[in-house]
């Protein structure tokens, strides 16, 4: 499986964004896909992830209530939605994927347990 996220810039606090993630191979609905980010000068950390037909969705506690995760499995796409970010949100924003189901998280806010990783793509929220 290959990713390529897209759709980061630069955005206004207070503002919105939608962030994409497209897929390669024909077995995408079988994914969980998670999106993760990366802050200068701080790990990795866990943003939301969507089981492979949708229906159970997590969020980390910072962004709950503000982003959203949605997939297209017809596109091999999963999204994004950032609304009302925040200047804390800056970061580099990764799309992944695990070949895991998504009962429950106790494993998806945990980077390794993800297979597949795209390169990324910046956002920078500006006060």
């Known amino acids: 499986v290959q990713l390529q996220a897209s759709g980061g810039g630069l955005v206004q606090a207070g503002g919105s964004l939608r962030l994409s993630c497209a897929a390669s191979g024909r077995t995408f609905s079988t994914y969980s896909m998670g999106w993760f980010r990366q802050a200068p000068g701080k790990e990795r950390e866990f943003v939301a992830v969507?089981?492979?037909?949708?229906?159970?969705?997590y969020y980390a506690d910072s962004v709950k209530g503000r982003f959203t995760i949605s997939r297209d499995n017809a596109k091999n796409t999963v999204y994004l939605q950032m609304n009302s970010p925040k200047p804390e949100d800056t970061g580099v924003y990764y799309c992944?994927?695990?070949?895991?189901?998504?009962?429950?998280?106790?494993?998806?806010?945990?980077?390794?347990?993800?297979?597949?990783w795209g390169r990324g793509t910046l956002v920078t929220v500006s006060s």
């Open positions: 969507s089981s492979g037909n949708g229906s159970k969705i």
């Open positions: 992944a994927a695990a070949s895991r189901n998504l009962y429950g998280c106790n494993w998806c806010a945990r980077a390794e347990e993800y297979d597949y």
